[in-house]
């Protein structure tokens, strides 16, 4: 075993927003600046009890809105701090604007984003409806499907954002209820070795570096601004490379490995399913429990979703006969982000999948293990008739006569 290993801590017993707090408690970061907002609260709530109880040395800063929280990391990250924040649904879609600002500031900036469904109708539980909404807001996006991987992911997202290479914002994704209060054994490292894995802070273009003054966020129109977005652009694609180091550096350290994509099952399976978060580990089980049955069947799930890692997803879909990307989040009248993007990964390769878009688990529904049992038989039956068994889209678990198109035809 490598020695590195005995580094770590005993087991504790966190949910996900305490695994988020103890990465943020253990990164020392100089401001967390917030409004806290369900599901998402006890994680600036368990940081400002570290604050309160002498843990921690950085500054806590309850703003008045989650557009000022997230404003006010912008002016700590460019002043040269380390900074982070956490917000879900409403409060990410008022912060919005200024993800725009850190990103195109080039300012590290690590957001515990845990995911909630948008209004309206109102809803506190969880879906992706917030973690779509950053789609092109520049920032790296990540994503954790249990509280270990909160922990892991929230962690080492400042070494990933910090780095010289990647100089950008970035998001540890986790779901509402499913994993934000849902606790599980994590096994994190002690504090030295987690501190000095994160490294010194690393100021870059620091405003109050009065020897060599800049200035952020200027006007620049069609003379520059092209250019500005290409070379944000090219940070962003090129972060793969920087995440991927980071990734390996970390299971040299802990064990634990991950990867821009992560699969379970038989690499040569007919059917497959393409999810995002806690449905991962459900679909695990599925996939166990259909052996018997004689049905091959995988789940593959990007870690990474932005940059979208689109070579990585094609290359672990070429055997697959028949595919459903599966898209937790409403899809305001055209089919889902995953559905859209797979397709695209697709695109250009020999594979061609029969594909359809399964709309599921709005404004937190359960996604059950029988229920995905039934997805991964349908798509056993799509693969051997060689045509998909109903629409293209079709929702999950809809209820209501006037809504029961939706399960037989879809769009």
Request: proline share 4%.
């Amino acid at each position: 075993m490598n020695k590195r290993v005995m580094e770590l801590n005993k087991v504790e017993v966190w949910d996900g927003n305490m695994a988020n707090s103890q990465a943020l408690r253990q990164a020392d970061v100089d401001v967390v600046a917030a409004y806290p907002i369900t599901p998402s609260t006890a994680t600036v709530e368990n940081y400002a009890m570290f604050h309160a109880n002498g843990y921690i040395d950085g500054e806590v800063m309850m703003t008045e809105s989650e557009h000022a929280a997230m404003s006010a990391c912008v002016g700590a990250g460019a002043a040269g701090g380390r900074v982070a924040t956490a917000t879900s649904s409403q409060g990410l879609a008022l912060m919005i604007e200024v993800l725009y600002q850190a990103s195109g500031m080039r300012i590290p900036v690590v957001l515990c984003l845990v995911n909630r469904a948008l209004a309206a109708p109102l809803n506190v539980n969880g879906d992706h409806s917030d973690l779509y909404l950053t789609r092109d807001s520049g920032w790296i996006s990540i994503d954790a499907f249990s509280p270990q991987e909160a922990y892991d992911m929230t962690l080492m997202s400042f070494k990933i954002s910090e780095h010289p290479d990647v100089r950008l914002p970035v998001i540890s994704n986790q779901d509402g209820f499913m994993t934000s209060h849902t606790a599980q054994n994590v096994t994190p490292l002690k504090d030295d070795v987690a501190c000095k894995f994160v490294g010194d802070y690393l100021q870059v273009n620091a405003l109050l570096n009065f020897d060599k003054p800049v200035t952020h966020g200027v006007q620049t129109e069609q003379d520059w601004h092209f250019e500005h977005k290409a070379k944000q652009h090219a940070a962003l694609m090129g972060s793969k490379k920087v995440i991927l180091d980071i990734f390996k550096e970390f299971k040299e350290l802990t064990g634990r490995e991950y990867k821009l994509v992560e699969s379970y099952g038989n690499e040569d399976a007919d059917v497959a399913i393409v999810c995002i978060g806690s449905t991962f580990e459900t679909a695990m089980l599925a996939i166990d429990q259909l052996k018997e049955e004689g049905i091959n069947a995988r789940v593959i799930a990007p870690r990474v979703f932005r940059p979208f890692p689109l070579e990585e997803l094609a290359d672990a879909l070429q055997n697959v006969k028949a595919l459903a990307c599966m898209d937790r989040s409403a899809p305001g009248g055209t089919v889902g982000a995953l559905f859209n993007e797979i397709s695209g990964a697709l695109i250009n390769t020999k594979a061609r999948p029969l594909v359809s878009n399964l709309i599921y688990g709005l404004g937190g529904r359960d996604m059950t293990v029988a229920t995905l049992k039934d997805i991964f038989r349908t798509l056993d039956k799509e693969a051997k008739d060689g045509k998909l068994s109903g629409k293209i889209q079709r929702f999950i678990g809809v209820r209501g006569p006037e809504l029961s198109f939706y399960e037989t035809q879809g769009i």
